[in-house]
């Protein structure tokens, strides 16, 4: 999967920085394109010759190893497909709970999401399901809003129902 | 004035009630506001601004300080425990004090943290103290084209250290550097990049770009692995070993410290970028680089001990010749500005005092701080053993707010989700995500630093002495990645 993926992201990069190019030639005012062009012409430029590196390696045979110490490493054993199901997993919580703010407003879908991602994910006994969603309803209702003055933009359901402290 | 008269007038104003009073509300605020991923110093001067207008002058810097000086300090927590910056100052500490935490050593990198983060900071303050009579001709002699000149080279340098591929890292700090470009051109009246979106009229903010590329990719990670943050169940080693490690590594400390002093002297740097120079600088110094991202204790004690160094130095040019060391720095003028406290020359004479009580103050709320985060890092280490599920629910909803925090625009949560997208790729690909990170820091400062350079002497900058000088050291650094890049090539053909 590995392979594939840096190839696929070397291709997306190509595409970014060629974009970023077209648009400071074509659509910028004069003077707004020079920083732009300054980084997206080497950009480009690096990314190609990564790019053909990566395909000379793989066309030698040759791994091409990349761990890096300037970032953390994956150290987990999951395999390839563990890795794709698990992580979509999530991206749909995520949109979920995006889903549910638009839809309840923030506090609600901080209820919602507590209660079902405990029971479904974690598969934790009700009382503890219970104590947590307590506690986030304590830092969501006094800490976050009173103390750090966080209001949330008008969900859809706060429209409809005139319930301010909830929706 | 003399500067004997006006250390015990500021000591004066230190032994009352009020001082202290002060002093305990900055570090409580600092405390809660650096522990919350995102919120970082902008948000916390934000916060106490309202409350000070009516204010005795002398009591502002305890509470600005107070909150400055914890807040540094405090960020490592969740850093190390969650691999969510605090602030943009404690970025670099996730690589290595996320991976210690993940062997069972949180509490070990905590205590590492928070040492190097008091004596950085100590050696900051004095660095402000000595440079008051000598600060004024070392930043004057610098421009607009030297300053555009280091914010290049930061990037360059953090590029070229990321792993074996240093054309990874230079492309993806290019990258970041153009993603920051997204919005208006300075000085133009031209939108780049915005796709007709009024969100990104102002372009991204920083705490959605830390967030989205480091934070919940981290977190699905974690799940993907399925325990809890540490691998291990048994804590080993407590925050005892971690200042014993800042004391044995005394030489590194304090040359991170240096380099932190002197990227704060930077105006409009801070300490974002000095805690991954200071990370980048251990990994080229040491001898064993291979270990740093694997959970090495150095990797935490230099961006430490860089970030609160940058902090006290910021308050130079801030103080000295009302230029902004960082963005926090530049609401605290705002806040000098109301009280009728105009910074400039008239600090180092009729306003001594004052500014020895701001570093006064920094030090001794640099020390509190470190001594209350010791306090409680055993039962906060505790906190990466509970399974992974039981925390993911709270990360998210602190990581969404974080992110709310960015514009307070429902917009805020896209980008954090094509981020996260990001994020995630670069990290099964094996690109480095922290020159990502350094250049879209340093892209706005670049590009405003070039603007200034080009409208201010056309082209003849470059020739300025000190810019090719800088500009043969980004080569040279460019040359020597190229290399190291070819020669790892060769050894994996050889190896095949």
Redesign the interface.
């Known amino acids: 999967?590995?392979f594939k993926?840096?190839i696929?992201?070397n291709v997306?990069?190509l595409i970014?920085?060629s974009y970023?190019i077209y648009?400071?030639v074509a659509k910028?005012?004069?003077?707004?394109e020079?920083?732009?062009l300054m980084?997206?012409i080497?950009?480009f430029i690096?990314?190609a010759?990564?790019l053909f590196?990566e395909i000379h390696?793989r066309v030698?045979?040759?791994?091409?190893?990349?761990?890096?110490?300037?970032?953390?490493?994956?150290?987990?054993n999951?395999s390839d497909r563990?890795?794709l199901l698990?992580?979509g997993r999530?991206?749909l919580?995520?949109?979920c709970?995006?889903l549910a703010?638009y839809i309840v407003g923030f506090k609600v879908a901080?209820i919602a999401?507590?209660l079902l991602?405990?029971r479904w994910?974690?598969?934790?006994r009700w009382i503890?399901i219970i104590s947590?969603t307590g506690l986030?309803c304590y830092?969501?209702f006094f800490h976050?809003e009173k103390?750090?003055s966080?209001?949330?933009?008008d969900s859809l359901l706060g429209k409809w129902v005139n319930v301010p402290w909830l929706f | 004035m003399t500067y004997f008269e006006a250390l015990s007038q500021a000591m004066q104003h230190m032994l009352s009630l009020q001082y202290l009073g002060a002093l305990m509300i900055g570090i409580l605020v600092g405390a809660?506001v650096g522990f919350?991923p995102g919120m970082g110093g902008v948000v916390g001067v934000s916060?106490m601004l309202p409350f000070i207008y009516e204010m005795d002058p002398y009591l502002v810097p305890p509470l600005m300080m107070g909150m400055m000086g914890i807040l540094r300090t405090i960020d490592s927590i969740p850093a190390v425990m969650f691999?969510i910056p605090g602030t943009a100052g404690s970025a670099a500490t996730?690589?290595d004090g996320?991976?210690m935490a993940?062997k069972g050593e949180a509490g070990r990198a905590l205590g590492a943290a928070f040492s190097a983060s008091m004596i950085g900071g100590l050696i900051g303050c004095f660095a402000l103290l000595l440079s008051v009579p000598l600060a004024r001709p070392l930043i004057m002699a610098c421009g607009s084209p030297e300053f555009f000149m280091l914010s290049m080279l930061g990037v360059t340098m953090?590029g070229v250290?990321?792993?074996?591929?240093p054309?990874?890292?230079?492309?993806v700090g290019?990258?970041g550097?153009?993603l920051a470009?997204i919005g208006g051109?300075p000085?133009?009246?031209?939108l780049?990049?915005t796709f007709d979106l009024p969100y990104l009229y102002n372009g991204i903010p920083l705490v959605i770009m830390a967030l989205g590329v480091y934070a919940?990719p981290?977190?699905?990670?974690v799940?993907?692995?399925?325990s809890s943050i540490s691998n291990v169940t048994r804590l080993t080693k407590g925050a005892a070993q971690g200042f014993r490690d800042t004391l044995s590594h005394w030489w590194l400390v304090l040359r991170c410290a240096v380099i932190g002093t002197f990227i704060g002297f930077v105006p409009g740097l801070g300490s974002g970028p000095a805690n991954w120079i200071a990370?980048?600088h251990a990994?080229q110094s040491s001898r064993d680089?291979?270990?740093?991202?694997?959970g090495d204790v150095r990797g935490v004690i230099a961006p430490e001990s860089a970030n609160n160094a940058a902090d006290g130095a910021a308050v130079i040019p801030t103080l000295l010749f009302g230029v902004p060391g960082s963005p926090t720095m530049a609401i605290f003028i705002g806040g000098l500005i109301v009280m009728g406290i105009n910074p400039g020359p008239e600090m180092v004479t009729v306003q001594l005092p004052f500014v020895f009580l701001c570093v006064i103050t920094l030090a001794f709320a640099n020390v509190l701080g470190a001594v209350l985060c010791t306090i409680f890092v055993k039962p906060i280490s505790r906190i990466t053993t509970v399974?992974i599920?039981?925390l993911?629910?709270?990360l998210?909803?602190t990581i969404?707010?974080a992110a709310?925090?960015g514009t307070?625009h429902?917009g805020d949560?896209i980008p954090l989700?094509i981020l996260?997208?990001l994020g995630?790729?670069?990290?099964?690909?094996?690109?480095?995500?922290?020159?990502m990170l350094i250049g879209f820091e340093l892209g706005r400062i670049?590009?405003r630093y070039?603007?200034i350079s080009?409208v201010r002497y056309g082209a003849s900058w470059l020739l300025n002495p000190v810019v090719i000088f800088i500009g043969i050291f980004i080569i040279g650094s460019f040359l020597w990645g190229v290399r190291k890049q070819r020669k790892s090539?060769s050894m994996?053909?050889e190896g095949?």
């Open positions: 999967m590995k993926v840096r696929i992201f997306f990069l970014v920085f970023a648009e400071a910028m005012a004069r003077g707004a020079i920083f732009p980084l997206a080497p950009g690096l990314v010759v990564q590196l390696s030698k045979g040759v791994e091409m190893r990349s761990e890096g110490f300037v970032d953390l490493s994956l150290d987990n999951a563990d890795t698990i992580s999530m991206l919580w995520i949109l709970f995006y703010i901080v999401f507590f991602y405990l994910e974690a598969r934790g503890t947590l986030s830092g969501i976050f103390f750090m966080i209001h949330w933009p | 809660v919350l916060l691999s996730i690589l996320y991976a993940k953090v250290l990321s792993g074996r591929r054309l990874k890292g230079i492309a290019i990258l550097m153009l470009t051109a000085g133009v009246s031209s780049r990049y919940i981290e977190m699905v990670f799940v993907v692995g399925g990370y980048g990994v680089a291979e270990k740093f991202g694997k399974p599920h039981y993911m629910p709270f998210l909803m969404i707010l709310y925090q307070r429902w949560l989700l996260f997208c995630w790729t670069m990290k099964v690909a094996e690109w480095p995500r922290p020159p670049a590009e070039l603007r080009v090539q994996e053909e095949r």
